[in-house]
Structures are given as structure tokens and as C-alpha cells.
């Protein structure tokens, strides 16, 4: 027990690899722990992050374990302290890291079902670890959806990612943003809008739900409203973590420490919850 609550608190050393400013606040870096094993993380799962002599917060793992190599990747947005520090570090800086925590994606519940991915924002960047995952083990699932919102189109993560996605059979993809620029041909307006043409399969389908907490509620009642059984939706709640472990209830919802019974939660787990949604 001593030396399970020993790694627990202790960050592992790490090193910034690679970094690309993917909008003007988020920057992706692909990041290497230093004794070359692989993180061993599930995709919707998050690590704490410190940057040495600032501070550590939780960031969710954008790529896919089963992709080759040990490092992994996080999209950071510029929004405090340690992710201001985050995002003035050179490549070959050394960080620490420690998890990977939390309850991810449920990837075996999923199995052959179709896969109706929604995400906002930020969200997209847990959902790009599941996502990838899925295509990876591509014949194991059914048909793929992602419905993504983004404040405005350069807001929007992994644009050019998405256009492989949609390039991969069987893989619709539709986008909308909040405020549309000249350039800008797609849909404007609420995530939901991109519900309208959407042909749902409810005996088959599983919905996963990435985003901040105020698209939620919206998007279940247009979830529920194509037939979506509640038992087949899940949410992750990434928002609320704090020391990663259950120990500073930052992240407490009624008795439930998100951190640890989540990110990921089934809806029907969520309803019960009263503050969640």
C-alpha cells in the first residue's frame, strides 16, 4: 500500500517532444516519459500535469493507446498558471506527470454498436483519443457519427485530422460554430441543429457526449428525442478535477468524486446525481 500512495503523489519525469499552436489558445504537445515506457492509459482517461515551481492541473489524453511509440499527446488550452507555463516550455523541457486517472470510455460496451460522437469545443480533444481507438479496432464497431461545435472556425481542433476521418468509410461528420466568419460555409448555430437530418438506429446506437456541462442538458433531450436509449449515452464530466485522486473533492458532485467514478459516466448513472446536469 505504502508504495501504491507513494506513485500516486509522485510525478513521473516526462519531456515536451513535439508542440503545434493548434488555435490562438490551444497548443497540442506530445509528450515522452523518461524512462521510455508507455503511459498506459484508456482513451477518456486524463493525467496530472506540473510544470516544476508553478503548479499541476489535470489534462485530458488526446491520443489512442493503440496508436505505435510510447509517447502520448494532450491539447492544452492557455486558460491559467500551469497551462500559461505549459505553453512557454520548449521542446526537450522536462514536466511531470502523474496517472493516468480516472474511468475512461467503456470501449467494451460499444462494441458493434454505430457510434454517435458529440463534442464542443475542448471536448473534441478526449473524444480524438476514443476516436482514434475506434478506427484502429475499426471492425469491431458500426457506423460513426461526430457532431462537433466550436465557438467560431478558428476555434476548431484537429481540422485537418477530421478531413482523414471523413475520408475513412463510413465516417459522417458534420460541424457547426457559434459565430461563422466570410470564409466559414457550414452550419452556425447550436450543436443540436446538427441533430435535424440525423438518421438514428436506436436499437444499435451509443451516444458519447464530450463538452462543457451548459451543452449537456440540450444535447440528451435531442439525443433522447431520436430514440437513443438513456442506458446507451454516456457523458465526461472533464471539467471538474483537480488533485486527480479523491483526496481534495474539488471535483465532488453529491457523494461522487468525479476523478475517480469518472470522467466517463453512463447517463443513467449522471441523472441521479442532481448537480451534474
Known sequence: MHNHLESIYQPRLAEIVRQEQVTAREKSFEVRLSDGSALGHMPGQFVEVSVFGVGEAPISISSSPT??????????????????????????????????????FPVED????????????????????????VLDKRKDFGKLTLLYGARTPDDMLFTSEMEKWKASEGFHIETTVDLADGAWGGHVGVITKLFDNLDVDPAKTTAIVVGPPVMFRFVLKSLLSKGVYESRVYLSLERRMKCGVGKCGHCQVDDVYVCQKGPVFPYTRLRKLKEAL
Do not use: K
Not at 70 to 92: D, K, P, W, Y
Not at 110 to 133: C, E, M, T
Open 67 to 104: 496508436r505505435p511509440g510510447a509517447s502520448f499527446e494532450m491539447c492544452i488550452r492557455n486558460a491559467g498558471n500551469v497551462t500559461g507555463a505549459l505553453h512557454s516550455l520548449a521542446n526537450g523541457a522536462s514536466i511531470g506527470i502523474r496517472g493516468p486517472f480516472g474511468r475512461g
Open 110 to 133: 460499444f462494441l458493434g454498436h454505430d457510434l454517435l460522437f458529440v463534442a464542443g469545443g475542448l471536448g473534441l480533444a478526449p473524444l480524438r483519443s476514443l476516436i482514434n481507438y
